[in-house]
Structure formats: C-alpha cells, structure tokens
T-cell receptor, first 114, second 115 residues
Framework: DTEVTQTPKHLVMGMTNKKSLKCEQHMGHRAMYWYKQKAKKPPELMFVYSYEKLSINESVPSRFSPECPNSSLLNLHLHALQPEDSALYLCASSQEVREREPQHFGDGTRLSIL | GQQVMQIPQYQHVQEGEDFTTYCNSSTTLSNIQWYKQRPGGHPVFLIQ?????EVKKQKRLTFQFGEAKKNSSLHITATQTTDVGTYFC???????????????FGTGTRLLVSP
C-alpha cells in the first residue's frame, strides 16, 4: 500500500476537456512532485513544490497547471491536452527538497487523450 | 544536461541465476538512489548510497557506488520471480538558475525472471 494517494487511477479525456488529477499525502512531507512517465521510459520531472510554493517548473506546457492548496494536497489541472500527453502521471513526496531525501510515489493516474 | 544511462536495457534470466544492472552518469553525483518499479506499479525506493566506494546489502541485493561517484551497480543473487520489474538508478542534478536540485532517473533495466 502506498502512502501517497492519487485519484483517479484512470482517466480518458478529449482534447477539449478540462480535468484535474489529485494527490494527497499525510506523512508531513513538505516537498511534492509531479512526474510524467511514458511506457518503458523513466519518470520525467514536471513540477516541484516546496513548502507549498512552486520551486521547479521543467518547461512544462501551460496546458498543465499545478496547484498546491495545502501541505498535504497537490493538484494538476489539465486543459486542451494533446494525444502525446497520454502517459502515467506520478505524484511523489519527500520530507523536504534536499539532496538525500528518498521520494515516495503514488500509484499514478493513467491518462489517455482521445 | 546530466544524463544517467543504464545497461542492459532488458534482461531475461532463469530463476536462481544472478543479475546485474550498471548505472553511469555523465557528471559526478553527490549520492545515488535506486528504485524498483513492478509492472503496472509505481517506483519504490530501495536504497541510497552516499560515499565513494560504498557497498550496501539488502538480503540478496548488493549495491555499489563507484570510487569516482559517477557509476553504480545493483547485483541480485539467485533471482526469484518476485524480482521482476524495472530497476532505476537516480542521481541529483543541480538546476543552475534556481539553485534547486532535481532527481534524474536512469534509463532503467527491465528484469524478467522465468520460473
């Protein structure tokens, strides 16, 4: 069982839809992350939040909009996505954004864009 | 930017055989982490190595960090079907403009174990 909870587990949406991915952790972690993972590839970092502030945006297109409402929650708002955005979206958390902190991953949301 | 390569990409072994994956970074790493991702699952943290030449063991798994801190390896003795999955190494990369670090995952090695 993972301590990072992501919903929904699966999402199918059209290119004109607006949807949101949600992530929650109750480990008291102050760093939260969004990753994108394509099949048979490693996770690629999208965003990092540290103490509820956006610290890193890896040049992600504006059709992906992250939000951190509080220290336990992380959202990823999706709008006007493209078919190439179909992937597994992983949320992770760590104690803080420090060198030696392991990251705890959620099960992910498997996203398909029609 | 920093690149972390792993070899082999894929390995298929018989249960009981040994397995090794090698991780090579284009830059010196302050530390290296290893993760395992089961098919259909998410990455799970296994271990972290910090010191040059460090060796750590977890039951049948042996992890090494190179002397130059640019490479690492994971060796599994007598594989079991439960070892199936993709093994990723991951190192930290500094982002010059922000002063922050990000975790850069290696390309991964997919292990298949036949009974």
């Amino acid at each position: 069982d993972t301590e990072v909870t992501q919903t929904p587990k699966h999402l199918v949406m059209g290119m004109t839809n607006k949807k949101s991915l949600k992530c929650e952790q109750h480990m008291g972690h102050r760093a939260m992350y969004w990753y994108k993972q394509k099949a048979k590839k490693p996770p690629e970092l999208m965003f990092v939040y540290s103490y509820e502030k956006l610290s890193i945006n890896e040049s992600v297109p504006s059709r992906f909009s992250p939000e951190c409402p509080n220290s336990s929650l992380l959202n990823l708002h999706l709008h006007a996505l493209q078919p190439e955005d179909s992937a597994l979206y992983l949320c992770a958390s760590s104690q803080e954004v420090r060198e030696r902190e392991p990251q705890h991953f959620g099960d992910g949301t498997r996203l398909s864009i029609l | 930017g920093q690149q972390v390569m792993q070899i082999p990409q894929y390995q298929h072994v018989q249960e009981g055989e040994d397995f090794t994956t090698y991780c090579n970074s284009s830059t010196t790493l302050s530390n290296i982490q290893w993760y395992k991702q089961r098919p259909g699952g998410h990455p799970v943290f296994l271990i972290q190595l910090v010191k040059s030449g460090e060796v750590k063991k977890q039951k049948r798994l042996t992890f090494q960090f190179g002397e130059a801190k640019k490479n690492s390896s994971l060796h599994i003795t007598a594989t079991q079907t439960t070892d199936v999955g993709t093994y990723f190494c991951a190192g930290k990369a500094y982002l010059v403009n922000t002063g922050f670090q990000k975790l850069v995952f290696g390309t991964g090695t997919r292990l298949l174990v036949s009974p």
